[in-house]
């Protein structure tokens, strides 16, 4: 074999001058150079030789080796070469191009249903009244006719910063602050917005949620006034096949009270699964509004009257869209969101 080694040299060259990758080099390599290559295999034999032979054999041995090896370098070299410039030919950036288009997003479910129900009561007049979420004792309760120590509180327990200042627990302090502003009835506003309680977290609380509550103030409203405008915003919202009830109820700022209902959109009030057999879903609450409570806004209660309504948005949307946990509303997975 040594005999013939420039020729096998000369192949082995040739070899690795035509491999068309790295890999085919790395396989003549390891023919040459590997744990059996064959050059490796012959260094191996020198001790095996006569002493005289075994320094000519390693020399040339050497040669050879170090020949191969060049021609690998050289190579390889070559190879990367040819790779680094087809990569800048096929994978150049042009930065002129256009990227590719972003996803554009939408409103959420909850500033949706907002909007419808903006939308229905400001045809019918209502306008849109907003205050702040920071909110006094006076107008988050004792405006409303919870003075203090009063049981009712309870239902509205909120979060305090000071004694005096909490976030508010309903949208009903802008009420107060919508009749303090406009003095001069009538008065018919919307109060969307945050509202805050302590309520632990479960498929129908948060301690934050939103609230679309109502007030009008006019001459010798009546409850059915109020009925009927209940009944077109849920009819517009739901569809005209549903219906509203009203049942009594107690609130401190309204008299009388009374809870509002609609039918089922599932059974249509026949009583389902859904509707615990009732036929009705709950929706807010109502009433005429307590005399004192105008009087705390400025108005006089012996020339005009009036009604008010408070429900939360979350409520309205889940009755919407038959969503059945209110948390899905803030846990911002696209999952939920993208079905709206
Ligand atoms: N403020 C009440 C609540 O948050 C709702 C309500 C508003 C009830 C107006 C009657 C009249 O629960």
């Not at 420039?6 to 150079?33: N, P």
């Not at 401190?252 to 009732?278: A, L, Q, W, Y």
Request: hydrophobic share 40%; glycine share 10%.
């Amino acid at each position: 074999m040594i005999d013939d080694a420039g020729k096998f040299v000369e192949d082995s060259k040739a070899r690795i001058v035509a491999a068309r990758d790295e890999k085919e080099v790395e396989q003549v390599r390891l023919e040459l150079f590997g744990n059996n290559g064959a050059i490796t295999g012959l260094i191996k034999q020198i001790p095996t030789l006569p002493k005289e032979e075994r320094s000519e054999r390693g020399r040339l041995l050497n040669g050879i080796k170090q020949q191969a090896e060049a021609a690998i370098a050289a190579r390889l070299a070559e190879l990367r070469g040819e790779r680094l410039a087809d990569i800048v030919e096929t994978e150049a950036i042009d930065i002129t191009f256009p990227g590719p288009p972003l996803g554009r997003g939408h409103l959420h479910v909850l500033t949706q249903v907002r909007r419808q129900i903006e939308t229905v009561l400001e045809s019918l007049g209502y306008q849109v009244e907003l205050g702040p979420e920071v909110e006094t004792e006076w107008y988050n309760f004792e405006a409303l006719n919870l003075g203090a120590g009063h049981p009712a509180r309870e239902g509205w327990d909120s979060f305090y910063f000071t004694p005096e200042l909490l976030l508010r627990a309903h949208t009903s302090p802008v009420q107060i602050r919508a009749m303090q502003r406009i003095k001069e009835p009538p008065i018919y506003i919307i109060t969307p917005g945050r509202a805050y309680r302590r309520d632990p977290p479960d498929a129908t609380h948060l301690p934050y949620f939103s609230q679309v509550e109502g007030l009008a103030i006019d001459k010798a409203l009546t409850v059915g006034d109020m009925k009927g405008t209940l009944l077109y915003m849920i009819q517009s919202l739901y569809g005209v096949e549903r219906k509203v009830r009203v049942r009594p109820s107690y609130f401190p700022f309204t008299e009388p009270s009374f809870e509002f209902d609609v039918t089922c959109g599932i059974c249509n009030g026949m009583g389902c699964k859904s509707c615990r057999h009732k036929g009705w879903l709950e929706v807010g609450g109502c009433g005429m509004v307590h005399p004192q409570v105008l009087r705390n806004g400025g108005i006089d209660p012996a020339e005009w009257n009036g009604y008010a309504w408070g429900f939360g948005i979350e409520r309205m949307a889940m009755l919407k869209h038959d969503v059945d946990d209110i948390r899905l509303f803030y846990e911002s997975d696209l999952r939920f969101l993208e079905q709206f």
